[in-house]
T-cell receptor
Framework: KAGVTQTPRYLIKTRGQQVTLSCSPI?????VSWYQQTPGQGLQFLFE???????NKGNFPGRFSGRQFSNSRSEMNVSTLELGDSALYLC????????????FGQGTRLTVV | QKEVEQNSGPLSVPEGAIASLNCTYS??????FFWYRQYSGKSPELIMS????GDKEDGRFTAQLNKASQYVSLLIRDSQPSDSATYLC???????????FGKGTMLLVSP
């Protein structure tokens, strides 16, 4: 069974630009969550999608958004990038029918310059 | 504000010793707890999950949960240099498929 796939692996963007990150969950997993990881704040929850609906949202500004498609693939978008958005963005998928264990993709390392 | 607290470390142990990692959580309603291992520059890897009070063993790893004390621990027996990593404790946000993470404990196992 293939794992969680995130693309791209690395991104360098300029302040003010926008970026879209993609996540394909494990086949059959319908819940996709996004987390931001920085050295100072650790792993922080951004949002969670299930069956194309955002079920939960963390405490991030509206510049951070996401969506989920009918095949459970998810994208997150960050608009008007700031230097502080530089982080490792992680996607996790959960087989909500069978348990609560979350499996992470390899992450997208975003650097804003 | 739900919180998971971990000692940041580093926790240094010699090869072959037992490493003991601890965390506490604030949300009494949490039912599921997880330990992730994260190597530098890599993503977190799930190594243990625990849902009931008591111990759960998997190979060299033992997770312990005490819901009354809101305390979770991970024991690593016969520690190896390859166990050197940051260990993240996570609590499921009850009713949601989301996790609150501690900031992690760095473990260093010296040969």
């Amino acid at each position: 069974k293939a794992g969680v796939t995130q693309t791209p692996r690395y991104l360098i963007k300029t302040r003010g630009q926008q970026v879209t990150l993609s996540c394909s969950p494990i086949s059959g997993h319908r819940s996709v969550s996004w987390y931001q990881q920085t050295p100072g704040q650790g792993l922080q929850f951004l949002f969670e999608y299930f069956s194309e609906t955002q079920r939960n949202k963390g405490n991030f500004p509206g510049r951070f958004s996401g969506r989920q498609f009918s095949n459970s693939r998810s994208e997150m978008n960050v608009s008007t990038l700031e230097l502080g958005d530089s982080a490792l963005y992680l996607c996790a998928s959960i087989d909500t029918a069978g348990g609560t264990e979350a499996f992470f993709g390899q992450g997208t390392r975003l650097t804003v310059v | 504000q739900k919180e998971v607290e971990q000692n940041s470390g580093p926790l240094s142990v010699p090869e072959g010793a037992i490493a003991s990692l601890n965390c506490t959580y604030s949300d009494r309603v949490s039912q599921s707890f997880f330990w992730y291992r994260q190597y530098s520059g890599k993503s977190p890897e799930l190594i243990m999950s625990i849902y009931s009070n008591g111990d759960k063993e998997d190979g060299r790893f033992t997770a312990q949960l005490n819901k009354a004390s809101q305390y979770v621990s991970l024991l690593i027996r016969d520690s190896q240099p390859s166990d050197s990593a940051t260990y993240l404790c996570a609590a499921e946000n009850s009713g949601y498929s989301t996790l609150t993470f501690g900031k992690g404990t760095m473990l260093l196992v010296s040969p």
